[in-house]
């Protein structure tokens, strides 16, 4: 039994040595088993951040893979809208092309971290206005003024998966400004986001940015 556990040791160490040791799915591989890369593990920046759920952990490490390679991104994310979300209309040269036009591209951005005054900020907001159905930026109470804490934000409604809620902002459909693509596409360096239920639209997240 010693010498079986010990040359099992012994596969793993090599394995590891080697690089063929799975290093686990990031939450694009369904989509490509390049985003299986070892590189991308950098991504997944909040998953020690105790304070957040499951959702709002892969909404950062979403973001950060976009960021860190835009291009493959848009090849195996933006491409394929169709699967990720039934609301695009990938038919619109204001929106949808116009972001595959940008990202196939794009240099490589930095990825984001996690910040806890952010995420009170945003918890803040995505619990009162989705307990009021409210749609907006506007806090809405004396306390969450006071928890206030980004310098960009973005909210989304009715989407709980956390590839279609990225892949929605970076899209941007119905906003001209092309706001929230700008904020999730910016020079932030934090970010935290709140997943809440939404009296109206079932759900909301907030993501709110720092630099």
């Known amino acids: 039994m010693k010498t079986l556990l010990s040359t099992a040791l012994l596969c793993i160490i090599t394995l590891l040595a080697v690089g063929k040791v799975p290093t686990g799915n ?3 591989s369904r989509y490509s088993d390049e985003w299986n890369d070892p590189q991308y593990a950098v991504c997944n ?14 909404i950062i490490y979403v973001l950060n893979l976009a960021r860190m390679n835009p291009k493959l991104f848009c090849k195996t ?3 394929k809208a169709n699967t990720v979300s039934s609301f695009i ?10 972001l595959v036009k940008l990202m196939s591209g794009m240099e490589p951005l930095g990825i984001l971290q996690p910040d806890q005054q952010c ?10 206005s989705g307990k009021k159905g409210y749609v907006g930026h506007d806090r809405q109470s004396a306390e969450c003024r006071k928890k206030k804490h980004y310098r960009g934000e973005c909210c989304q409604y009715g989407i709980s998966e956390p590839v279609a809620i990225i ?29 809440q239920p939404h009296k109206q639209y079932s759900s909301v997240a907030v993501l709110d940015f720092y630099y």
Request: glycine fraction near 4%; aromatic fraction near 8%; proline fraction near 4%.
């Open 26 to 28: 990031t939450p694009l």
């Open 167 to 195: 892949l929605e902002l970076l899209v941007d459909q119905g906003v001209p400004s092309l706001g929230h693509r700008e904020i999730c596409l910016g020079s932030y360096k934090l970010m935290s986001p709140s997943f």
């Open 89 to 98: 209309d990938t038919s619109s040269e204001v929106y949808y092309k116009s």
């Open 77 to 79: 994310i933006v491409l």
């Open 119 to 128: 995420w009170v900020s945003a918890q803040c907001h995505a619990s009162t």
């Open 45 to 58: 920046t909040a998953e020690n951040a105790k304070y957040l759920s499951a959702k709002e952990k892969e």
